[in-house]
């Protein structure tokens, strides 16, 4: 059984839940709610600005790596006529022939997070369905080496390991 960390996840929802408990802050400053209610210009406030770019850069990174995080949260199992992939939340079983593996490639990184080490692979079926993994897969290597042995598709190219540098 090769599983994904939820520790990831707990650490999402931290700063969702450090964003929710900190805007309520923001919004109690006069300047910043002056601005937000158009009494004043927002481009001539500071505060104001300051927050809109970290709201907005925040909201650009993290919605897409949640979403991706979300898509590869798959514990696989690999049996000698199929893998057997099961969502950690959704609890979604799909059991799936070694013949139906189209491909197993690298998924283009996130926008703006292009240098990150979590970069995502996918294994592709032959219905176009698509199922996420990463490098803090337990066991990554040795979940690849089985993949690699056991899939007939034309192209293997997932992320090797865990980018460091």
């Known amino acids: 059984m090769f599983r994904q960390h939820p520790g990831l996840f707990v650490f999402f929802a931290g700063l969702l839940a450090l964003f929710v408990s900190l805007m309520p802050l923001a919004l109690r400053d006069p300047d910043f709610r002056a601005a937000v209610s158009l009494s004043v210009n927002p481009l001539t406030s500071a505060k104001f600005l300051l927050i809109a770019v970290l709201v907005v850069l925040g909201c650009i990174i993290y919605i897409p790596l949640v979403r991706r995080m979300w898509r590869s949260a798959w514990n696989f199992e690999l049996t000698a006529d199929r893998l057997v992939a099961t969502h950690q939340f959704s609890r979604r079983r799909l059991e799936i022939p070694w013949g139906s593996v189209a491909a197993v490639t690298r998924l283009a ?57």
């Open 109 to 165: 990184p996130s926008p703006l997070v292009g240098a990150s080490r979590r970069q995502f692979s996918r294994i592709v079926l032959a219905d176009r369905t698509e199922l996420l993994f990463n490098p803090h897969l337990d066991r990554y290597t040795e979940f690849v080496d089985e993949l690699r042995r056991r899939v007939t598709c034309r192209v293997f190219d997932p992320y090797p390991k865990l980018i460091t540098g």
